[in-house]
Antibody, heavy 120, light 107 residues
């Protein structure tokens, strides 16, 4: 059974940093591109970042580039999101998702998310 | 960036009703369109990919149609478990973008 379990979210002060993790199991992790998506309270889903299978290629939402860094450890079957210089507007639930391409690509599995709260 | 516009933003319908949600892309995206269902406190779930293909395990009362810029998600007979927010999402080019969501409530 495919499982994606996020962790690392917590209450942090503005300007602080966090490293979010997404532990993957039930599939060959290093065969899949992985993504982060977030949802601010009361708002919709927003794509954050994506990483290829070996970590050598990444993409970011324009507004987050420079503060957020996606990475992966294929030996540990874990995806990461380093978030720096946190702002109140970064508050929300962060989901990891697996990408699968069958003609067209989509997220075929999602985690349940980890909550980041940025507040003093 | 490709903008995704959904309508309506919310709807209320009765069990058994036919429900249609529309999504328009700001430029052509061929069939690189997915529909995602999200219930509060749960993991999102992708229902449809490639604009028309149901993800494994998704009930056949749901269907997706469209290509290019205009897409539709239809629930042929609304069930209580369909209460959720639905998002369209383009997977053609980065940054990937979602529509604003359609909240479906059961009367």
């Amino acid at each position: 059974e495919v499982q994606l379990v996020e962790s690392g979210g917590e209450l942090v002060q503005p300007g602080g940093s966090l490293r979010l993790s997404c532990a993957a199991s039930g599939f060959t992790f290093n065969n899949y591109w992985m993504h982060w998506v977030r949802q601010a309270p009361g708002k919709g889903l927003v794509w954050v970042s994506r990483i290829n299978t070996d970590g050598g290629s990444t993409n970011y939402a324009d507004s987050l580039r420079g503060r957020f860094t996606i990475s992966r450890d294929n030996a540990k079957n874990t995806l990461y999101l380093q978030v720096n210089s946190l702002r109140a507007e970064d508050t929300g639930v962060y989901f990891c998702a697996r990408e699968r391409c069958r003609g067209s690509c989509s997220f075929d599995y999602w985690g349940q998310g980890t909550l980041v709260t940025v507040s003093s | 960036d490709i903008q995704m516009t959904q309508s309506p933003s919310s709807l209320s319908a009765s069990v058994g009703d036919r429900v249609t949600i529309t999504c328009r892309a700001s430029q052509g995206i061929s069939n690189y369109l997915a529909w995602v269902q999200h219930k509060p406190g749960k993991a999102p779930k992708t229902l449809v990919y490639g604009a028309t293909t149901l993800q494994s395990g998704v009930p056949s009362r749901l269907s997706g149609s469209g290509s290019g810029t205009d897409f539709t998600l239809t629930i042929s007979s609304l069930q209580p478990e369909d209460s959720a927010t639905y998002y369209c999402q383009q997977h053609l080019s980065y940054p990937l973008t979602f529509g604003g969501g359609t909240k479906v409530e059961i009367k």
